[in-house]
């Protein structure tokens, strides 16, 4: 699920060009100033990376994650601060050495990656990638 589709157009701009692996397709939010987007996995994950790829102007200078397992509520895993730039950018586990926003390794169900601080005046954001790596349990 998402917070918002541009002019509700889903079929230009809908939630599932963010899988798609094309770079000509994007989940395009609506105006706002704070947008989500919530993943149900339909087994138990273990989450240890996040890939993301927004279009520069429409980022988020600040990306909170929250994870729970099934029937719990959602708890804050960790926040993240992007660049807001078009480069795919990729988290690391909190025990790695290597450049790069971290992210905590977590097991759950459910996902919900919060934008918060948008670099777009109206708070729309744009993704063109986003990928959660990981393994299922």
Known sequence: RVSSVLNRDVKQ????????????????????????????????VKVSRLHVQFQGGFSSRLCTLEGCRTGEELAKISELYPEDSNALQISFG??????????????????????????????????????????RL
Not at 13 to 40: C, I, R, Y
Not at 98 to 126: H, P
């Open 13 to 44: 701009f809908g939630k599932k060009h963010m899988f798609d692996a094309s770079e000509e397709t994007s989940w395009n939010s609506d105006q706002g100033p704070v947008q989500w987007v919530a993943l149900d996995f339909p087994r138990t």
């Open 94 to 135: 909190t025990n790695s050495l290597a450049q790069g926003f971290q992210v905590q390794e977590t097991v759950l169900d459910k996902l919900k990656i919060t934008f918060e601080n948008g670099t777009d005046f109206f708070g729309r954001i744009v993704i063109y990638h986003l990928r959660v790596l990981g393994e």
